[in-house]
């Protein structure tokens, strides 16, 4: 194999936390059967992890470094979870084995994958369409997930909400006056009323399946990317997280056409209970609690001068809102 490390340098972008030096990046490759090292750049978009594409001899690649957030040892579920539904026909990256047969490996001090190229662009403006191939492409990967065998609880549904709201509440009239007490109610009322467990169906969710993590070629989906926060949940709460992701206009309006479509779509490849259905309005609004409660917590304690811009915590807050005035399903296109 033949290593040029002149070439190798991994050059860095906004939000690529680890510089990996071409020392450490060949040694690193030099584990695996890739060829040489073309070049290495690092990706600006995603705020969790640091992301290079990286193009050798055989082709494009994605290495991660795993950054704080990411704990290690949820890494095996992640990696697992990707081959599984690889396996299962779903578009997904999978991570690459090395030369000992690991995939997670440690590159500058953190944990390491590389993991297949998957083509496509995610969608800058949500079609209706778009929103019709999500909900089946999520209905396939339910079902793809329902024989994996590992589980990993999520950390961040009902039980973890008030410890982040308790980080956030002194500050929260920074971002709105009286939100802290806004919070407080919806807090408590999900509390009060989250399903209990057993009442739902539950199976592997990816949790954060926002358009910047699902791409597609013309029309067509192409695939699922940035598995870090699936977890072992409740399956109708993916769709909740995606109500709010994918059906809101820009201008804040509901499309419930959009709604409509991604539900069906998912209900024609795995049908939704009676029960499932009359749950979506509460997890739409646990859904919306969630993301304002994580980007109001990163806002808060954004450093000053970090290269990733804090995401808006108040879009939530006007989607959760959306949520609390539904008096039936009719609001998300459905009888
Ligand atoms: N397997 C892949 N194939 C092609 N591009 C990829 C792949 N994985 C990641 N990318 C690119 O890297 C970007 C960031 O990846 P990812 O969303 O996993 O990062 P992240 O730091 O976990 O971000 P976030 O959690 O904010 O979405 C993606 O938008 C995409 O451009
Ligand atoms: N998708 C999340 C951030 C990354 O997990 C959000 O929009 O708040």
């Known amino acids: 194999m033949t290593l040029e490390p002149k070439r190798a340098s991994c050059r860095t972008a906004m939000a690529v936390y680890t510089e990996v030096s071409d020392e450490d990046l060949n040694t690193f490759i030099a584990q695996y059967a890739l060829g040489g090292v073309l070049s290495c750049k690092g990706i600006a978009e995603g705020v969790e992890n640091s992301n290079y594409l990286l193009v050798t001899e055989t082709g494009p690649y994605i290495l991660t470094l795993y950054e704080k957030r990411t704990r290690r040892d949820d890494l095996p579920f992640f990696l697992g979870l990707m081959e599984h539904l690889a396996e299962k026909g779903v578009g997904c990256p999978v991570p690459l084995h090395g030369n000992d047969g690991e995939a997670l490996r440690e590159l500058c001090g953190r944990p390491a994958v590389l993991v297949t190229f998957l083509n496509g662009m995610w969608p800058r403006r949500i079609d209706p369409y778009h929103c019709a191939a999500l909900g089946e492409a999520m209905g396939t990967m339910h079902k793809a997930g329902a024989d994996f065998a590992m589980k990993r609880p999520n950390d961040l549904s009902v039980a973890g909400w008030r410890p982040l709201f308790d980080a956030c509440s002194a500050r929260a009239h920074e971002v709105r006056p009286g939100l802290a007490e806004a919070l407080e109610r919806e807090l408590d009322t999900l509390e009060a009323r989250w399903p209990a467990e057993g009442t739902l169906p539950v199976g592997v969710i990816h949790a954060d399946l926002f358009p910047d993590n699902v791409f597609f070629r013309g029309r067509t989906l192409s695939g699922l ?111």
């Open 225 to 335: 990317i940035d598995f870090y926060f699936a977890c072992t949940d409740v399956l109708v709460y993916d769709l909740a997280i995606c109500l709010n992701a994918w059906c809101f206009e820009p201008d804040g309006a509901f499309n419930a056409t959009k709604a409509r479509l991604m539900l069906s779509s998912y209900r024609k490849v795995r049908p939704l209970s009676d029960e499932e259905l009359a749950a979506l309005p509460l997890l739409a609004r646990g859904s919306a609690l969630r993301f304002l409660l994580t980007r109001l917590y990163d806002l808060l304690n954004h450093p000053p001068g970090a290269f990733v811009k804090p995401k808006n915590p108040l879009e939530y807050w006007n989607k959760l809102r959306f949520h609390q005035q539904v008096s039936g399903l009719g609001a998300y296109g459905l009888e």
